[in-house]
């Protein structure tokens, strides 16, 4: 990716105002703005008056107190010498008093132009407390469905969490009626923590680390961000907190960012732990050195910088530099002029609420639909039984990161499904939890199960078992689902499951157990309205898998912009032990890529959702043969809902790279559109690349080489409709 402009998200007055002002401080009131320090949760101890009074404090997080948020700002403003507003930061990841899907299942919308409307809702209910920064969106590329955090982001995709996370800033930056200052995270490499174990470290050659783990945080910049945070794992030895190649060679000076870097949760001493500084002093020194603006919760530049300073260990330059930037941002949003608390009107709330189920409908992924079993019909003189640990937990739905989330706001799937259904569904728990091992309610359930024309199985993980620092090594459904699912699916009663988890699930044992399969992450608190409407097809499912879901957690990392190796595994690769002749050679199973006991396949894969509607796609056309560097080149295809109802089709395009100076992925997502569709009707797309989506970079510079380009359209990183161009470099 060619290094882009992205100064012009902070304006010259915002930074001559910061220079001016800047001039005025002593050193104490420069490194007080480099200090934040954590909420008190609804108090303003003697020390923090104190400190925000003297102007040694420059940033709260965590305190969501409106009133003591205004007392703050009040202080800061009336009481400090240079009346310095506060920056007032919070987790606001997926919503904030109405819990949104997680991130992961936002991004399975494929939807932005939604998902920047939950961002600007959030915003608006965030401003609501005097919160103005929220520490998101998180644009961490995974592979790796073992990593709590995977929930957080947008899944294993640079072009599909590019344009997720550019969503996300717009919401949050430019709402017409809240303004939240935005943060990309954790810069960078972070998703691939080895072993999928948070903090863990992670090897990542600077080759993979422009192509696949930077492109969405520069379009995040691009978008307008103005502060971005470092990851807490070890990046090739260098942990971002200390790491001036990433900071200032790569954010500063070859992407001209502008804004500034607010560290993790006590990242800067962790350098320590870490074993790169002998001591918390040599940490502090290291990160300014780094370019690391702001300490987070630390102390560590409060206890160290002006002794240093004093001392000559630290030329005073480099702090006036890291404050200048976060003076600009705070005058670039407007927070010397206003606080930005808001108040929620009535009609604004539905709209979050609206926003909320819009956002978790259209999350869902139909996986499997088989002889139809989905819809439902209402109408029907069926019996339903409900039977699973996630039917009725208005916590679990809501997934990780939901501190502010008001519980009260959660409406179940049973709940839901009873004011749907009435006396036409039953409910049996089956597990307390999901976690939950006993089979001693199986029994009760077998025989509500035999009562029954179908079963809704409401299955998945807890939200504590994703999220920060909660890993799995075994991702299938936890407890004793898998028994569960087994004990129904012997009365032969057609059955569909719901999962709802922070993570894609292993879920082959018993994949053809389900007759229909919807994949709902955690849908947030709108959960139960979202999955009624669309189990009874009164919204068509169109959401699209962000991330491939695994046939075994041994194939993992497993996506699908993968190399294709010098000996690729063919379909007809042996799959399972007792499949071998036990008197075979070594070479007669093949010496190709893949795995004895496990097809070489994902369960599903990268870009894949089923709907009630069926899509075709034909009649692919490109503008022109050949593309040279000032020209551009569409490609048009004709797509038809062949179904009996109107749906919604993600239709993407993925080029390949046959031959290049180094080995280039088998498939990469490079556009996407969302298309309404009547059914029985046809659409030509058009889709446009440009000479600059085909360059890459080769482990020294970023470039479009000559030679063929495939091209495929389809409605998953499968598809199979293709044709070849020529790029023409003279
Ligand atoms: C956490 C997370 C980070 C979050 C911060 C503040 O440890 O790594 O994503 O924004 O602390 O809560």
Redesign the pocket.
Known sequence: MLGSNVQSALSPDAKSRAGLLLKKLTLTEKIGQMVQVNGQQGEISGELRQGIISGSIGSV??EVNPEIVQEMQRLAQEQSRHGIPLLIGR?VIHGFKIGQPIPLGQAATWNPDLVEAGAQAAALEASQAGINWT?SP?VDICRDPRWGRVA?GYGEDPVLASEMGKAMVRGYQNGSQAQLLSCL??FAGYGASESGRDYNTTYIPEIELQNVYFPPFLAGLEAGCLSI?PS?SDLNGLPPSGNGWLMRDILRKAWGFQGFVVS??ESIPQLQVHGICEDRLASAGKAVQAGINLD?ASHVYAENLQAMVESDQLQENLIDDLVLEILAVKYQMGLFDSHGQKTVTPSQQKNVIQVAQQLAEQSMVLLKNADKVLPLDKNSSGHFLLVGPMADQPLEQLGTWVFDVEQANSITLKTALENELGESLSFHPGLQTSRDQSHVQFKAVSKMAKAADLVILALGEEAILSG?AHCRTDIRLPGAQEALISAVAELGTPIIAIVMAGRPLVMEAVIDKFDGLLYAWHPGSMAGPALVNVLLGNTNPSGKLPMTIPRAVGQVPIYYGHGNTGKPATPETVIGLDDIDPHASQLSVGNTSFHLDVAPSPQFCFGFGLSYSQFVYGDLRFSRESLKPDQSLEVSVLLENTGPVDGVEVAQLYIRDPVASVTRPVRQLKKFQRVALKSQTSIKLIFSIQWQDLSFFNGSSWLVEAGIIEIYVGGSSDARLGGQIQLVTS
Do not use: G, R, S
């Open positions: 997080l965590n987790d520490f998180m957080e995270k954790h945070m807490f993790d949760w987070m920060e």
